[in-house]
């Protein structure tokens, strides 16, 4: 499956939280997944907590928040020091 076709999974319905992007229209937003992946958990720990959830769905989301990423200017959490020390 390609890009544009894993990207099909996201959706967007405004009567489902609020719009937010959500995978096939369930309730389960695309912030969710990234968060669970971003605490530690395994694609297979989340899989097993969602049945209908498939790893393309998790993919989908992958490569949602890169494209989101890829697009906009992000501000560092953390200002890193030049090579000077500098900050």
Not at 4 to 23: H, M, S, V, Y
Not at 59 to 86: F, K, N, Q, S, T
């Amino acid at each position: 499956m390609d890009e544009e076709q894993l990207l099909g999974r996201i959706t967007t319905n405004p009567a489902i939280f609020g719009g937010k992007p959500t995978i096939r229209g369930r309730r389960l937003t695309v912030e969710q997944v990234l968060g669970m992946l971003a605490a530690g958990d395994s694609p297979e720990t989340i899989l097993q907590g969602y049945p209908w959830l498939e790893m393309d769905d998790i993919r989908a989301c992958l490569i949602y928040a890169r494209r989101l990423v890829g697009r906009e200017r992000v501000e560092p959490l953390r200002l890193e020091p030049d090579d000077e020390g500098a900050p």
